[in-house]
């Protein structure tokens, strides 16, 4: 589950078009990171996926189903967010079990899910706490947490590190990699930073002005930069 396949898709805002007819395939599993300088259309790339917008054209599928006309609760993607988007009077706990709470969920469905994805993220201990007495790292993980527990079958992440000290940053990126071993589950993930694409990615997109200039490994990008652009952007020699 979580394989995600853009066909023709584009974008325009008005008559611009800030992302001209695409196809993309992001295999199950797979840890892809959208990287490109600021501006370029990760973000928007990202939203249309998540259904946060509508494609201009084009037909975007999700697990073999046509998902372009499909609400963004019901795609069963999780979209994380910066972990600003906490709410600051709710434990860590009731944060994580927001999601499960607007669904309706069972209180013993929810208490499970939240213990495992406690676990997973090292949370165990803070569940009681309130955002406001936690660290950039560990609010970031509740943000996270409250992603797990819908069990999604892919999680769209925006730049989630953005605000957070470089040292923190490394930590995180880590922590999110073991996430995606952990789960074994499609990752998204938007930056604009090559040092953080090329340490996490199976496989880089690199996008200009809402064009992909490539796609391929990390190592394939580096050994084998298609034009001067990704070469300049990931820092190879070509
Ligand atoms: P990135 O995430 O790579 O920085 P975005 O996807 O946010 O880029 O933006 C891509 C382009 O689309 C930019 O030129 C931006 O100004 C434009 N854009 C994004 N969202 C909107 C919107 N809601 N209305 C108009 N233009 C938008
Ligand atoms: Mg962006």
Redesign the pocket.
Known sequence: MGRIVLDQVSKS?GD?E?IPPLDLTIDDGEFTVFV?P???????LLRLIAGLEDTTSGHIRIDGEDATNVPPAKRGLAMVFQSYALYPHMSVRKNIAFPMRMAKMSQEEQDKRIEAAAKALNLTDYLDRRPGQLSGGQRQRVAIGRAIVREPSAFLFDEPLSNLDAALRVGMRMEISELHKKLDTTMIY?THDQVEAMTMADKIVVLQAGVIEQVGTPLELYRAPRNVFVAGFIGSPK
């Open positions: 805002f611009v800030v490109g600021s501006g370029c259309g990760k973000s928007t938007v």
